[in-house]
């Protein structure tokens, strides 16, 4: 049987320390939307608040090795490929602007 530690430590309202047995991780946002950075990655993660749908995308921060000679470079993407993905985030930060500035009436 394995055994988990995480422990956050609020700093203020959208910035938080993340401690686990991996390392320290440092995450910035708000419900809905997150921006996490630590043991040399970045992760991103935005969602539908209280639906329990989410999108998550992990994007190392270090530089990627050469690819060797007999092998071909990965072909890049076009510009508009995650289109969906910035779409979903608009809806979600228009969201928690209404529902938020709702809240606090």
């Given at each position: 049987m394995g055994f988990?530690?995480?422990r956050r430590i609020r700093i203020f309202p959208g910035l938080r320390i993340n401690l686990s047995r991996g390392?320290?991780?440092?995450?910035?946002?708000t419900r809905g939307a997150w921006l996490t950075?630590?043991?040399?990655?970045?992760?991103?993660?935005?969602?539908?608040?209280?639906?329990?749908?989410?999108?998550?995308?992990?994007?190392?921060?270090?530089?990627?090795?050469?690819?060797?000679?007999?092998?071909?470079?990965?072909?890049?993407?076009?510009?508009?490929?995650?289109w969906w993905f910035w779409a979903l985030l608009l809806v979600i930060v228009v969201l928690v602007l209404i529902y938020g500035g709702a809240a606090g009436r």
């Open positions: 988990r530690f995480q390392g320290v991780s440092t995450s910035v946002g950075l630590g043991r040399g990655r970045v992760r991103t993660t935005v969602g539908l608040p209280g639906s329990g749908l989410s999108y998550t995308s992990t994007t190392p921060t270090h530089q990627q090795p050469e690819p060797h000679p007999q092998e071909e470079p990965p072909q890049p993407r076009g510009p508009h490929h995650h």
